[in-house]
């Protein structure tokens, strides 16, 4: 079965740091990238950035850069976002999804990050 | 940068049959494929349209997506309305072939 399976939901401190994880099944994994989108309570679908499972080559959105790192391991078939020093305002849901222009679309189920003190 | 822009909202009644634009900011929007997600709430998105016009399977043929050069814009058409289509709808498409761009969504309301 073609999926995105990701981690499960997060409570953070803010100032911390949270790493969610996307394992992909069903298909050749290096052979697309990854994007990782975000959404806020109550809001729209945010790109975050996107990384090739190929070379691991990055390219991130402006709002993020700096804040994000994205890795793959090809070896398992998985892609990694992490978020540093986190704010109440990183409170979202963070999906994985496979958006690029060679492969039909491929969403994984989210993962809530909650940023609390 | 590319942006898309779409209605905030739209309604329409039970049986009838409503479009939703997706307006790009500049360059041709047919130069890149534009795709169709359903959300639901508390759900993930889910794809009615991909590769401008191509349903995934299980997707019921009411769903249908087009591009219009003319006015730079892609539209998603559901005939038929039902209450269940009631959602929250994205397009999505391209700046360059790693750097997605989303629409704001439009909230579809069935009454």
């Known amino acids: 079965q073609v999926q995105l399976v990701q981690s499960g939901a997060e409570v953070k401190k803010p100032g911390a740091s949270v790493k969610v994880s996307c394992k992909a099944s069903g298909y050749s994994f290096s052979s697309h990238g990854i994007s990782w989108v975000r959404q806020a309570p109550g809001q729209g679908l945010e790109w975050m950035g996107w990384?090739?499972?190929?070379?691991?080559?990055?390219n991130y959105a402006q709002k993020v850069q700096g804040k994000v790192t994205m890795t793959t391991d090809t070896s398992t078939s998985t892609a990694y976002m992490e978020v540093r020093s986190l704010r109440s305002d990183d409170t979202a849901v963070y999906y994985c999804a496979r958006l690029g222009i060679m492969a039909k679309p491929l969403w994984g189920q989210g993962t809530l990050v909650t940023v609390s003190s | 940068n590319f942006m898309l822009t779409q209605p905030h909202s739209v309604s329409e009644s039970p049986g009838k049959t409503v479009t939703i634009a997706c307006t790009g900011s500049?360059?041709?929007?047919?130069?890149?494929?534009v795709q169709w997600y359903q959300q639901r709430p508390g759900s993930a998105p889910t794809t009615v349209i991909y590769e401008d016009n191509q349903r995934p399977s299980g997707v019921p043929d009411r769903f249908s997506g087009s591009i219009d050069s003319s006015s730079n814009s892609a539209s998603l058409t559901i005939s038929g309305l039902k209450t269940e289509d009631e959602a929250d709808y994205y397009c999505?498409?391209?700046?360059?072939?790693?750097?997605?761009?989303f629409g704001g969504g439009t909230k579809l309301t069935v009454l």
């Open positions: 500049s360059g041709s929007i047919a130069s890149n494929y």
């Open positions: 999505q498409s391209y700046h360059t072939s790693d750097h997605v761009v």
């Open positions: 990384i090739s499972a190929y070379n691991g080559n990055t």
